[in-house]
């Protein structure tokens, strides 16, 4: 007796029913997150800008820029260190709500610039900002 032995066939990935599964299980997540409760949320009632009375301007800060060689603008008038602090008290005591920008010209020294800022901390002026563009000298 003489048993015929056939040849194995060789064991393969079929791809495409994997693509249908996977398509399969896409468009389940898709339908599911489309089904899900929208996320509420919390009514805020946002303040509205008030347009100033009279139709003035806002006024314009006061600039102080220091220059490469420590050299001190008030308004691009140049003016000594020394005469700085009471410049600052005496816009402190003419103006209702001093505000002051400290600028730099392009090589400005940070110490200068610290020096600044001080004078204007022992002042007392909150409302300052440091310009973080550069100008040319006295501008």
């Known amino acids: ?76 008038e140049l003016i000594d260190f020394s005469e700085l602090p009471s410049r600052i008290a005496h816009y402190k005591t003419q103006t209702e709500d001093p505000k002051i920008l400290v600028a730099g010209d392009e090589k400005a020294r940070f110490g200068a610039t610290v020096e600044v800022l001080d004078e204007i901390r022992k002042a007392g002026i909150q409302k300052f900002s440091v310009e973080t563009r550069t100008r040319p000298t006295g501008k």
Do not use: C, H
Not at 9 to 15: L, Q, W
Not at 39 to 59: C, H, N, R
């Open 1 to 76: 007796m003489q048993l015929k032995l056939r040849p194995m066939k060789k064991a393969r990935i079929e791809i495409i029913p994997m693509i249908d599964i996977i398509f399969f299980l896409l468009a389940t997540f898709v339908l599911f997150t489309l089904s899900l409760n929208r996320i509420q949320s919390i009514p805020v009632d946002l303040p509205t800008g008030v347009p100033p009375s009279g139709g003035a301007k806002p006024e314009e800060p006061t600039t102080i820029q220091v220059s490469e060689q420590g050299a001190v603008y008030w308004n691009r």
